[in-house]
């Protein structure tokens, strides 16, 4: 168990449908990362929050959007869903907001998106 | 734009013999930083080890080490004396300082196959 919690573990919706995943980052941590796996596009930064403000922003589409929250847990957003959107979702967590030897970024298990 | 490349889509190697796992990166930031991930089929990306691009050695965790070139612009993973449970898919990412962006950048991976 690395300390992150996604939830939930799979979902499977249709297309035009709305859906929100879940991350609780590690305790202590500040930053969370979203980031999309699909087998086409490989592992893709989507954005990232620290202590609460928007700190980067990936290829995140304008259907998507994120929010982390005062308690540090961060909701990422699918709307419109597309056939193109199923993929595997990750959430990471860090200390910092950089990236670095001593601000490893842990990931979660992932949500696994099925549109159908 | 800071790029990953690794080019061998799949390796096979015989238990207990060694494997380097390829990784050249692209940047024009002298600020940079590397890492190496594993995900295991169950899905969950394992931080395995980081090399600075100021690090005047190589790193080293145990029985992963990082072949670091810089000139050559090359981060290449090392496993030593493999185990079953190596067999997974290993990631090389690159964070750097530039700009006030903080993202971690993926290569697409290599698959990496240990034989009994």
């Known amino acids: 168990d690395s300390g992150v919690t996604q939830t939930p573990k799979h979902l499977i919706t249709a297309t035009g449908q709305r859906v929100t995943l879940r991350c609780s980052p590690r305790s202590g941590d500040l930053s969370v990362y979203w980031y999309q796996q699909s087998l086409d596009q490989g592992l893709q930064f989507l954005i990232q929050?620290?202590?609460?403000?928007?700190?980067a922003k990936g290829n995140i589409l304008e259907r998507f959007s994120a929010q982390q929250f005062p308690d540090l847990h961060s909701e990422l957003n699918l709307s419109s869903l597309e056939l193109g959107d199923s993929a595997l979702y990750f959430c990471?967590?860090?200390?910092?907001?950089?990236?670095?030897?001593?601000?490893?970024?842990?990931f979660g298990a992932g949500s696994r998106l099925t549109v159908l | 734009a800071q790029k990953i490349t690794q080019t061998q889509p799949g390796m096979f190697v015989q238990e207990k013999e060694a494997v380097t796992l390829d990784c050249t990166y692209d940047t024009s930031d002298p600020s940079y930083g590397l890492f190496w991930y594993k995900q295991p089929s169950s899905g969950e990306m394992i931080f395995l080890i980081y090399?600075?691009?100021?690090?005047?050695q190589n790193a080293t965790e145990g029985r992963y080490s990082l072949n670091f070139q810089k000139a050559r612009k090359s981060a290449n993973l090392v496993i030593s004396a493999s185990q079953l449970g190596d067999s997974a898919m290993y990631f090389c990412a690159m964070t750097y300082s530039g700009a006030g962006s903080y993202q971690l950048t993926f290569g697409k991976g290599t698959k990496l196959s240990v034989i009994p």
């Open positions: 929050y620290y202590n609460g403000e928007e700190r």
């Open positions: 990471a967590s860090s200390v910092g907001a950089q990236p670095s030897g001593a601000n490893v970024l842990t």
């Open positions: 090399q600075g691009s100021y690090d005047q």
